[in-house]
């Protein structure tokens, strides 16, 4: 369940991702289908700017309050305290706007609009709608690598691709202990690949101006092939955000409102443990995972849909190689957050792990696999314009992949497929579907 301080600040922001909508066609990324919906009833005192209205703006940048106006429209002048703001894509709004106005002044010819962070019951009284939209590399508008040694989907070459969004982990240096890249030997290294097909639904009931019930669900088909090479004698801890994928906004027409949905893609890389010497190992693995936020009668509640057991998984293993004892973990997974014209809104992780672990003495090895998530919500900050983060995990569940006395060189060289665990464990997550 999420504490207190991510109650108080989740609810006026997820109020914010009420996605209402009349009958109708709407094309967010990919493929998306607005299952059902009514005719909204909007509030008095929301104003839509035009393109005439937007000429006028300068860049509404995030973590700016002020909207400048170089020149000012009848509407525009007519803005008064109390009013909110509505904006959908355009140069000077580039992921929409939603304001409320706290005040209007004249500085030096120009009309400067002081605004606060609105919210969609700012906008509309009553509302209903089941959205649903799919993740497609054709969707790409910016894909940024953060670290050296990964490649990022190119839209470009992605486009007709059905497929998951792949990023490749050429070789990801998550820790070394002097700080030397030229010096190898005391680093903890990844490779692989890393592949998404992430969707997501949002149910949202809005009546007499507040949220009766908001259900987020995450739905992602997870690839993962990852090998860690850990030749550092030292306890480490890491994860690393590798790459950041931003989508084309979406506009979705409420009559006159036009609501904008930005969805972003984190991709995370990790690994955390202790080795004495020097270990290998390596896991492929690929399944479905369904992880989701509700709220309804003033509670938030997740829940998750996981694999039963590893006969659900497409798994490929091989046993660790190791000169010492080691425990070790690596993790990678996609997390998705949608944001509402900027503001903030919810997001899911959903991460895939191994944890490996042997010794020398007795010589023995064990291989585990597991799916970890964590649910929350995104707020945009106004005085830094950064995202900040209010979650809980939700759900971490392992199994055992296998266990056995340490292999020679040639039989941890030949990869494994499992299709039945030796023995199952199982972390709690708070509801399952």
Known sequence: MLDRRARRLAVPFLLA???VSLPGEARPNGGAAALAG???LVRAGVHVLDARALGGLGRAEPGTSAL???SATPEVRRLSRGDVVVAGVSPSTP???LRRVTGVERRGGRLVV???PGALEDVFWSARIRHRARMLASDIAVARPQVEGLVVPDAATQAWSPGPIEFELLDVVLFDADGDPATTSDQVRATGTLG???SFDLDVDVAWGRVRRLQFTNTTRLYATLALDAQAAASFSRTLTVATVQFAPVTVMVGPVPL???PVLDVHVGASGSVSAEIRTSVTAATNVVAGLVYEDDRWRGFADLPDGLEDIDLEWSPPEVTGSAEVEVLAGPQLTVLLYDIGGPYASVYGYADAWAALQPPAWTLDLGLRGNLGVAVRTPATGELA?????VFDRSWRVAAGPLPGADAAARPHRTTRPPESTAGGFLTNR
Not at 389 to 393: L, S
């Open 114 to 116: 002081e605004t606060a």
């Open 389 to 393: 983060r209010y979650g809980v995990e």
């Open 38 to 40: 009514r005719p909204a």
């Open 68 to 70: 400048v106006f170089e």
């Open 17 to 19: 991702l009420v996605l």
């Open 196 to 198: 998404a097909e992430p």
């Open 260 to 262: 904008v949905l930005t």
């Open 95 to 97: 992921r929409g706007l």
